[in-house]
């Protein structure tokens, strides 16, 4: 048991609750959570980023393992700062900006524009060499005509009629929960701003919308090392509003399932076929490619026999460590040993074989005193257990993205 309790308590989930059960409770929480749905409650603004905060520590392997330990303490340490995600963005990486028509709108309590989180996918190639991606992108940029005050000339906005002039009406919602509620959205008259111009008192570039859009290129650096769920902040980069500092453009890094290798940290694990010759007889061979292209060669110690499963670590070959690329973590190598096939039996001198391999088993001991002839029949394992009644309910679990990767034999 963890010794401080509070993180799991507010997430409602167990001390042993996957980071699926955690991924799912925060799901559920947030959504009854957030401040725009409960906008008559003054605290719900507070359970917001309490819930986002346990979310974000309990989500974290490594986070949730210094929790159970040392509790919150452990984490306020120095350095633990600083990576911490605002309420919103991690609301918004699970819901998208927009949710149920509401916007978030211009961050007020930080004075500035609203950050793009943009989710990117790379390969566990990327992270291990490091990338340099270019992309175009689309922003919103202040006016260069008006200045971003949407009018022409020296044409003066009225305020709103629609909204009172305060940029967002109430309006009756359904949530998810089935109850309605009342929440605040975006009017649809000024679009937000609180005020309109005529038709032909408008800027003729933004039409009185104060910014156009524009395309931009950006490049970010995915360096080596880097995490899944790793954040690269471009400052400043996001979408420009007259009068605030634009926010931030953050890519949100998705690593890929990679087809030989999984990761955990610095450290890989990568599976190796190896034939029964190899096995009982050693090897010396290239045995992988790596993520880099270069191959690994194995030479085993003379006299080594090899079962089934059995695993080494080759030093050095892991992961390079963040920030300190010279550094890298270990590879470990499970072995998977491939047994000869009927085919290769018939070709070969029967008792030969018996003559050098270890003898064979006697019966079980104590001898039982009644036996039973079995027949040979194979199998398929999956059958096992079928013919049963009760059926295993369907988990209704729709998003089967955290599977683990494949780790397949090279
Ligand atoms: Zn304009
Ligand atoms: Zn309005």
């Not at 990327?126 to 202040?142: A, F, P, Q, R, W």
């Not at 990679?258 to 599976?271: A, I, K, N, P, Y």
Request: charged residues 35%.
């Amino acid at each position: 048991m963890p010794v401080e309790t509070h993180l799991y308590e507010l997430l409602d989930v167990t001390f042993d609750a996957s980071e699926e059960d955690i991924k799912k409770a925060y799901r559920k929480k947030a959504k009854e959570h957030h401040p725009d749905k409960n906008i008559n409650d003054p605290e719900a603004g507070q359970k917001f980023q309490e819930m986002a905060a346990a979310y974000e520590i309990l989500s974290d392997g490594n986070k949730r393992a210094v929790y159970d330990t040392h509790g919150m303490e452990g984490l306020s340490g120095p350095g633990s700062g600083g990576h911490g995600m605002e309420a919103e963005e991690i609301f918004a990486q699970f819901f998208g900006r927009q949710m149920f028509g509401f916007d978030f709108g211009p961050d007020a309590r930080r004075g500035k524009g609203e950050d793009s989180i943009i989710p990117h996918e790379v390969t566990l190639e990327d992270l291990y060499n490091g990338k340099s991606i270019k992309m175009n992108m689309e922003k919103e940029v202040v006016c260069a005509v008006c200045k971003g005050s949407g009018a022409r000339g020296n044409a003066k906005p009225k305020p709103c009629s629609t909204c009172d002039g305060q940029g967002w009406t109430r309006i009756k919602t359904r949530l998810p929960s089935g109850a309605y509620g009342m929440a605040r959205a975006r009017c649809t008259d000024c679009h937000g701003h609180g005020e309109k111009l005529k038709e032909k008192e408008r800027c003729k570039k933004c039409k009185g919308e104060k910014t156009i859009k524009e395309k931009t290129r950006q490049e970010i650096f995915v360096e080596k090392g880097m995490a899944d769920r790793q954040r690269i902040v471009l400052a400043g980069a996001g979408d420009q509003q007259p009068g605030i500092p634009a926010g931030d453009v953050i890519f949100l890094l998705k690593v890929l399932p990679h087809e030989s290798f999984e990761r955990s940290g610095d450290d890989l694990l990568t599976h190796v076929t190896i034939t029964l010759s190899e096995a009982l007889l050693g090897f010396s061979r290239i045995i992988l490619t790596h993520l880099d292209g270069r191959g690994v060669k194995l030479t085993t110690p003379p006299g080594k026999v090899i079962k089934p499963q059995d695993s080494i670590v080759l030093r050095g070959e892991g992961m390079p460590v963040y920030r300190r690329p010279d550094e890298k973590g270990d590879l470990y190598v499970i072995f998977d040993v491939e047994m000869p096939d009927d085919q290769w039996l018939k070709t070969v001198d029967v008792k030969a074989v018996e003559a050098v391999l270890p003898p064979k088993r006697l019966d079980v001991e104590p001898h039982p005193e009644v036996v039973d002839e079995a027949d040979f029949e194979e199998s398929d394992i999956v059958d096992f257990g079928e013919g049963n009644d009760d059926d295993w309910e369907d988990d209704d679990d729709d998003d089967d993205d955290d599977d683990e990767p494949d780790c397949r034999p090279q």
